[in-house]
């Protein structure tokens, strides 16, 4: 029984395998379990990882609740062992330092999703908030992303000092801010908002051109600049 087990396992990871290909090394066409399956098969988990696969999935309310799920939580899954964890952890770290390396030398206000992917790799899924800085040229290219701070799960500690100081650091000429909200929900709290006029003011006063103010959710980013916010005027943001 374990060998037939064991012989249908390992059909099923040739036949994930074929369609990834056949996709053009995409995940077109598949679902989030059909995704951890093929990590669990290449972690070595390869009997019953279409059953521990689906029982993930379900526990972590889909794909994006897996790859966030901290690694000692993962590893303490029923049925999952430290390496696959640490797999599934690597997994997301490759793809925000390829998103990070992509966004790099381009322009974020010309390409704004490419930041956007990025930001929803990097800190949309983080259970503290996380703010960061991208620090951009004259001509408002990306030249380098910096994560300024991290706070507590409810607030976010920002000195606008040492965000200028950097900038100032990287020679840039402008910035993005940026910073996630654990809960999933980016709509802009009033302490946010008074951020934005704080970092606004000192950007200012150090002749930085501030380009935009970011906040990431669950499945959703909400800019500020598309919200009415300009540098230097007043900023009354619609909800």
Known sequence: MIAEDSSIAADRMAALRR???????????????????????????????????????ERRMGLAGVMDAPADELAAETGLCEATAILLKLVKALASSYLKERLIGANPSARPALLREYLSSAISGERIE??????????????????MHEGTINQTIVY??????????????????????PSGDPAPSDQDLQLIKTLDRAAAAAGLAVHDHLVAGRGKVWSAAENGWRMGRPFIARK
């Open 19 to 57: 369609r990834f290909m056949e996709a053009g090394d995409s995940l077109k066409g598949f679902s989030g379990r059909d995704a951890v399956e093929l990590i669990l098969g290449y972690s070595g988990q390869r009997t019953e990882a279409g059953q521990l696969a689906a029982s993930l999935i």
């Open 160 to 181: 606008p000092r040492s965000s200028v100081e950097a900038a100032l650091r990287h020679k840039a000429a402008g910035l993005i801010f940026a910073h996630n909200h």
């Open 130 to 147: 996380k703010f960061l800085a991208v620090f951009l040229n004259g001509s408002g290219e990306a030249i380098a992303v910096e994560v």
